[in-house]
């Protein structure tokens, strides 16, 4: 084995760099990152030089600035004597709300249609592939404005809820009254929905400026607590079963610990329902939900909602036929096969695409600017942006608030998927 | 992907920066063409025709530069902008000019980096409600809901006349007129409001528009005129000079009709030195001789132009009143030729 040892020690030479395998790859990597740092620095450059020539700089004290505008859907209190900054939050909660209940509500569309659509009910399957295959092959945009435009054209305005003297007196009825024992108001501008009060409210205090209810609080609060010992009791009585043989009976114990402390919370604390009236010219009084709102709601939570069912359908499709047939040999029913056996295995094929479907959908949030919902698109990337004029600003602010909320939305669900995924020992 | 979004933003930003040179006389005459920055659709002010060809008030101002600096009034490219989008378009060099009903404020001219270079209509925000309602003061709107469009002066004087007022408004944010008519006759809003021309020529255009009434506050100034980059000083002198060239004709009786004969026979040394009959006024901004004389031929002079886009013989039917000349009460003036 000497003569491997002896193998003559070359001097490293220049031209190693091009013709040694040894090095060639990192000469390539090195000067492919130069020509790339060049090329970053090139935009730079040139950005900074073409602000200089319009005599521009990059300022970001616009935030602390009068806003002077007004935004419909506030979350937070915000009036036109409010700072760009609270604005750009006002539109940011717009954005994280629609975000927040349309991956709800396309979780809980998706598997349902994902589900369906592998029935063996003929009717049943086919409706939901014609579901999936119209929602995922029209663009977005035209769903968002689709809805929008059925909303507005289609529900009564205002007006037509008002009953005059001359209508009273002749006994006709309005052209429109609200539905749900008389407490939602459907116009063709929004919902008025009724709004729950409190004679006796804890007070409130406020968090840089934001007022946060003690009485919500201190409801969640006892919710979160119900929960807690609800399930406490829960494997309690699993335990006694393993044990014994025999399930308690704890069904109206669940229901007395769930409901029973926030009922006698919210009577003790005078709970009644605002409803909405018609005052002027709109509805006054209730929560008023614009149809922006939900059309950008139902449109999005739909239109992700047929993709999030093709990934469940592939995510079922991919456990093996064998499960099913165990399950149905150990005598579980064909529903609780797959809520039991296959939608718990089926869950990490679908976790990583549904990621993916969040970050879109969040995302896709921004279109509701062709139907007037200011989100932080509306806000900083529109009437803020126009206003101060500072569009290089506004952009590069919005484009980093949404980079970190797509991050934080897939590093969260990554979590989830770690933790459901399939553990090997 | 942090690096990728972020070199998209550079390079989105070196684009929007684009290459704005010293010159845009030169450049113009280079190109051969003006390009012009007008409204998406604004009857009367500028809209395209049946045709597709764009024909208005604002348009007009367009074709006289045109015409002063090419010698051609067809020699315009238009490109539509919309309330979002018209002050990108100029200062990143995308349109020579902007001749689009903009109001002239203070921050725009300072902090956004524009040059107005005139007023060519001396304007004021107004409402305009459904008859139905039976509203007859702005200041009985409280708890209505007002369309707006967004990037607007507008947008700003409503918040402030509501605050001053203290009554309550809920807005509803629109991009473009069209965008703001479609709601309001579909009943999204109960008013729109925008300048008080805006709303007749909006008003113009609708099916019913003897149920529409335009109320009678005005509730803020706005001066809308045209406006170039800041900083190049020549290109603003001859879109100024080419406007107020109409305006002086209008004062000199200088009609497009008869401009030929005015030019063979004036005694008025005005006149001459504007026509390029006298002196040289022209050379003095980069242009020839003629400039005036072919900017006044495009569509006429000051007065003809608003009597054949907006005046009231037209659908539109605005009255003169502060966009008279100062000599029958209104507020045109052109500074002397000399």
Redesign the interface.
Known sequence: MAYVASTPKEPFRLSMLVYDTRYRSYTIQIVVLLLFLAF?AW??N??VE??A????DINFSFLFQRA?????QQLIPYT?DSTHGRALFVGLLNTLIVAFFGCILATLIGVFAGVLRLSHNWVVSRLMTVYVETFRNVPLLLWIILAFVVF??TAP?P?DFRVTEEMAAAGEEPAASKILFDSVAFT??GASIPRPYLDHSLGSFSVLDVPINLSVVAALALIAVGVWINRRLVVHARSVQEATGVRPTIWWKSLLILFGPIIVFLYALGFHLEYPEL????F?GGI?VA?SFTALLIALSLYTGAFIAEAVRAGILAISKGQTEAAYALGLRPGRTMRLVVLPQALRVIVPPLISQYLNLTKNTTLG?AI?Y?DLK?TLG??TL????R??ES??LM?AIY?VLSLIISSGMNVYNTAMKLKER | MKKSVFLGTLAASALLAGFASAGTLDDVKARGELICGVNVGLTGFGAPDASGNYQGFDVAICKAVAAAVLGDPAKVKYVPTTGETRFTALSSGEVDMLARNSTWTFSRDNDLKLDFVAVNYYDGQGFMVHKDLGVSSAKELDGATICIQTGTTTELNLADFFKANNISYTPVTVADDSEAQRQYLAGACDSFTTDASGLAAVRATMPDAENHVILPEIISKEPLGPAVRHGDNNWGDVVRWSFYALVAAEEKGITQANIEEVAASTQDPEVKRMLGLEGDLGAMMGLDKDWAKRAIAASGNYGEIFAATIGESTSIGLARGLNALYTQGGLQYAPPFR
């Open positions: 970053l935009l730079l040139n950005t073409n602000l020539a319009k005599d521009k002077g505008y007004d935004i419909d036109n507005s054209e305005a007006r063709n501008r005052r002027g010219f709109n006054q008023n149809h600017m007037s200011l509306g529109g009437i126009n206003q101060t004029g569009e290089l952009m590069l484009m980079l």
